[in-house]
């Protein structure tokens, strides 16, 4: 189901009540770009620890928006069915009052999006308003210095025009009298009415306005007196604490998300989370344990399917799969024989066209799907440990307990730690050996060309040792194997498996040091030793 800002507020109380009800909750983003490339060499490598590796997300998701946020409501009908309502919500940032964002697109993030069919006119007229809790805290500081200003050019000239109509009439209209404000351009979003609003009564202290539909405003001559008393009315929609809900949009439904505190469940979810903190909650930390600190207490219980997946996948006989929809595919194939207990997961009305066709990188079905494998991949877990009995009558608690060694563990693609532990200490992985690259007669030689040259191989990690030798990493121990081998005898490129304390400058360097304090301290030795001789 698609929701925009149009449907929003009315969609907000089922929304709340079917969160409160749910099992689980499965989550997909889309994004106007994923990496930045500024600054450089900030796409992920195998080099990166996990500090670092939040520190390039944190750049990125700084630079980027949310286009598209897809939640599954997952509900247990009973121990073995699941009823699923997924929403594909449509954001753009809030421009209420002073407020601004700067995002970045991503040519080939827009081009990727496009080719799946995403609906940009939705996202850019129809986008749902958010605001963190920063962003919030300005907007009521302002509201309650009662100074508003306007920054949106299109909301400007909405209110322009507005301000000219009102002055024209204003000066022949006696106390009592009204005008309604018709057709005012580009008024199809709550923040341009609330902005004509605050506008004129800031200018204007004895007119009063009221909404009149979708963009239509009246506006009123009064006294001051009466004024004051319709201000203070509880049914003003320029109350501030309906301006700020208005202006919170979607950060309504995510609060609703947190209080709950449901099991989330994505795949590689890390600059998922990343967004959900920048945009709703607060703009990301410099801190790396901060940002861990804060999405555990938002979040108790995360489930990353590809954490998941990417281990069970060993213990069967599964083809090797890229990605979500594949896994799924996988999933409920031959490849994975029915179990008669297998949990139901049916799709409610309102989302049954992603039972009929798929959807790939479209928000709602992609986290329809996230928790679709999630279920399955549990479901496998309890079959290889329970007995019949026990699969007939499972429940999500069942499931929960199942996955308890995944809880939490949020996958890191190709890093230096395989995931990260939003409950505890991030584990290292085991890696195949680091090699070493000592060139020969190569002039000039950077990484990038080391990069070129292996690639026919396989796929490195480069980093610079020093001015002759650079250091590869590889997460496939095979390719490691076949570039020892291949580069057996190449006569500029020597490769060997990295040493510390053979190759590390460092080490290099104490070394020479200690071998020069060594040699002067034998020399002094041998001089101050000289036998003097008699008178």
């Known amino acids: 189901m698609d929701v925009g800002a149009a449907e929003f507020a009315r969609c907000l109380p089922s929304l709340r009540d079917r969160v409160g009800r749910a099992a689980f909750l499965g989550l997909d983003m889309e994004f106007t770009g994923l990496h930045s490339v500024f600054p450089q060499n900030n796409q992920p490598s195998l080099f990166d620890s996990p500090a670092e590796r939040y520190q390039k997300v944190r750049q990125s998701v700084q630079r980027f928006t949310i286009t598209q946020l897809g939640l599954a409501i997952f509900s247990e009908e009973n121990s073995n069915k ?125 007119v009063w306005t009221e909404p009149l539909g979708a963009d239509e405003v009246m506006v009123k001559k009064v006294s001051p007196q009466h004024r004051r008393l319709l201000e203070s009315s509880s049914h003003d929609s320029c109350q501030k604490e309906l301006i700020l809900t208005s202006a919170r949009g979607f950060t309504n439904l995510f609060q609703i998300i947190v209080k709950a505190k449901k099991p989330l469940v994505g795949h590689n979810m890390l600059m998922d989370l990343c967004h959900l903190h920048d945009k709703f909650y607060n703009p990301l930390p410099e801190s790396y344990e901060e940002f861990k600190k804060n999405i555990h207490h938002l979040f108790p219980v995360l489930i990353d399917t590809k954490t998941v997946t990417k281990s069970i996948w060993k213990n069967y006989q599964f083809p090797r799969v890229s990605n979500l929809l594949e896994v799924y595919e996988v999933l409920c194939s031959d490849l994975n024989p029915m179990d008669p207990s297998c949990p139901v997961i049916a799709l409610a009305s309102d989302s049954v066209r992603y039972a009929e066709k798929a959807a790939p990188h479209e928000a709602a079905y992609d986290a329809f799907l996230c928790g679709s494998v999630l279920l399955k991949s549990a479901h496998l877990l309890l079959c290889s440990l329970t007995d019949d009995a026990a699969k007939a009558n499972s429940s999500f608690s069942q499931y929960l307990t199942m996955l308890a060694e995944y809880l939490n563990k949020v996958n890191v693609i190709r890093g230096g730690v395989s995931s990260i532990n939003f409950s505890g200490e991030d584990a290292s992985c085991q890696y195949p050996p680091p090699l070493v690259v000592c060139v020969r007669g190569w002039p000039r030689l950077d990484e990038r060309q080391i990069y070129q040259e292996l690639q026919p191989l396989c796929r490195f990690d480069i980093r610079r040792l020093s001015e002759n030798q650079f250091i590869l990493l590889s997460n496939r121990f095979k390719h490691v194997i076949r570039v020892l081998r291949d580069y057996k005898n190449h006569p500029k490129l020597q490769i060997s498996v990295y040493r510390h304390w053979r190759h590390s400058p460092h080490v290099n360097c104490l070394l020479k040091v200690s071998g020069i304090v060594a040699l002067w301290s034998l020399l002094a030795f041998v001089l101050g030793a000289s036998p003097s001789r008699s008178p």
């Open 82 to 206: 699941y009823v699923v309502h997924s929403y594909n919500f449509f954001l753009f940032p809030s421009t209420l009052g002073v407020m601004d964002a700067e995002f970045t697109l991503s040519a080939s993030s827009i081009q990727f999006l496009s080719h799946y069919g995403f609906d940009y006119n939705k996202f850019l007229k129809d986008g749902i308003p958010y605001m963190n809790e920063l962003q919030e805290k300005i907007l009521s500081q302002r509201l309650l210095q009662g100074s508003w200003e306007v920054c949106s050019a299109l909301n400007m000239n909405v209110v322009k025009k507005a301000i000219d109509e009102v002055t024209c009439w204003i000066a022949a209209a006696k106390e009592g009298d009204s005008i309604i404000l018709q057709d005012l351009s580009g008024m199809k979003q709550d923040s341009q009415m609330l902005d004509v609003q605050l506008v004129l009564r800031q200018a204007l202290p004895n």
